[in-house]
């Protein structure tokens, strides 16, 4: 879960994991993706709390600011 603070320019507060993912494939759902940073946070703290394989789908892919290099290298 996301939460966004539109008074400090739409940036992220927190992000809130509910659930135990440890051993579990995890698959990450996003309308919107610019830079990433998001998808990247997200899919970093499900391998932090023990996901085996993690993967993402986006159904609006901006893909702005060096979108490509960071996701590759990244969970």
Excluded: P
Aim: charged content about 30%.
């Amino acid at each position: 879960m996301k939460e966004r603070n539109y008074q400090k320019g739409d940036k992220i507060e927190r992000v809130s994991l509910i659930g135990d993912v440890k051993d579990q494939n995890c698959i990450i759902i996003d309308d919107i993706v610019d830079s990433g940073g998001t998808l990247i946070n997200a899919a970093k703290s499900l391998k932090e709390k023990g996901a085996k394989k993690i993967i993402a789908y986006v159904t609006h892919g901006l893909m702005n600011e060096n979108f490509a290099d960071k996701v590759l290298n990244s969970e």
